[in-house]
């Protein structure tokens, strides 16, 4: 079952009991968050995803990265990460007034 956000309702939850065709406890799934590596941001609504499709009491959980995305992509995504770490550095040095520099 492919969600653009996660089991969030009682009709989602009977749409994938009635997929799996077997009880939660009996069956493993995978939780696929590749789509998740290009949204720049917190993640904290992929943990509570996650954390939602555990709370169905699974045989077995896994998770399953298919990061195909292009390089260039990738090194998007990752200089903006380093952007903001960067940002985020020169922000407590400002407010401890260090300058940063011996």
């Known amino acids: 079952m492919l969600t653009s956000a996660g089991i969030r309702n009682e009709i989602l939850s ?29 993640h904290g609504w992929l943990v509570e995803d996650l954390n ?12 399953l990265e298919l990061n195909g995305l292009p390089r ?3 090194r998007r995504t990752r200089r903006r ?13 400002r407010s401890t007034g260090c300058s940063g520099r011996s």
């Open 52 to 63: 939602r499709l555990h709370g169905f009491g699974w045989r077995e959980l896994d998770i």
């Open 72 to 74: 260039q992509t990738r």
């Open 14 to 42: 009977a749409a994938l009991a009635d997929l799996v065709g077997t009880p939660f406890a009996e069956a493993s799934v995978a939780f696929i968050p590749t789509a998740s590596v290009a949204d720049a941001g917190d």
């Open 81 to 93: 990460s380093r952007r903001r770490e960067h940002a985020k550095l020169q922000e407590l040095i």
